[in-house]
């Protein structure tokens, strides 16, 4: 197996969440198990203040691929009857024309909108503007997931209200009804009640909004760069 020959002939491996390490431990055996040791990307703070909205713009900022769960936040807005609610889909992918398709034929035009692909002060910008940012990621049938998404970290970094599923990293990060939302993947009801629960109540929005900011302190590039340094390096 290819992958068991890369980690023999390396000194350190270091994975993104607590999920992939057990999992390569498990693959590889116990004897390997110090060759392991969890670090996820990091987020540059300075680029985002402490910025709470409370508005009814949902963002989804990511690679549109079966992993990222978007059909079912799509199948979610359909659900909710609240008319102001946008919902922005910033990101391309192969899904894009299937989930472009199905905003036509349920005729929800005009409450989801397609951004494309975006970078730099574009994709801050987008952050920064909106009120709630969501993660429906799932795992496939073919077991893909999420490693943990620095769009992710990026929003939190923001202050926004996050909603995710306990996909991969995310559950490791998110604490439900502490800094975000954890909903079941796969399940568009629960996707619609966790954004009615939000709109209905700034309080709790503004609290797990300002508990996402704290929580990502820790994953400043300054912090998160030494760390990998130290790594390099083999400094304890």
């Excluded at 989930?99 to 409450?111: G, H, P, R, S, Y």
């Excluded at 893909?144 to 202050?159: I, K, Q, T, Y």
């Excluded at 306990?166 to 954004?195: C, F, H, R, S, T």
Aim: aromatic share 8%; proline share 2%.
């Amino acid at each position: 197996m290819y992958v068991c020959c890369v980690i023999k002939n390396t000194d350190h491996v270091t994975c993104l969440n607590k999920e992939i390490m057990n999992n390569l431990i498990n693959i590889m055996g116990k004897k390997y198990e110090k060759k392991f040791s969890i670090l996820p990307m990091g987020v540059y703070l300075k680029e985002f203040k402490n910025d709470f909205k409370f508005n009814k713009n949902v963002l989804f900022l990511g690679r549109l691929a079966d992993k990222k769960g978007i059909k079912y936040l799509l199948e979610a807005i359909k659900l909710l009857k609240e008319a102001k609610i946008k919902v922005l889909i910033a990101g391309d992918g192969p899904l894009r024309k299937e989930l472009e398709n199905f905003v036509k034929i349920n005729k929800l035009q005009n409450k989801i909108k397609f951004l494309g692909y975006l970078t730099g002060k574009e994709k801050i910008n987008l952050i920064k503007s909106c009120g709630i940012f969501i993660v429906p990621s799932i795992i496939t049938r073919y077991g893909d997931r999420e490693g943990l998404p620095v769009s992710l970290l990026e929003a939190m970094a923001a202050s926004k209200a996050i909603i995710t599923t306990n996909v991969g990293g995310m559950g490791e990060i998110i604490k439900n009804n502490y800094n975000g939302l954890l909903i079941k993947q796969k399940d568009p009801y629960d996707i619609a009640d966790a954004i009615n629960k939000l709109f209905k109540n700034k309080n709790l929005a503004k609290r797990i909004a300002l508990n996402a900011r704290k929580t990502i302190l820790d994953y400043d590039w300054k912090i998160i760069s030494e760390k990998y340094y130290k790594t390099l390096t083999n400094e304890s």
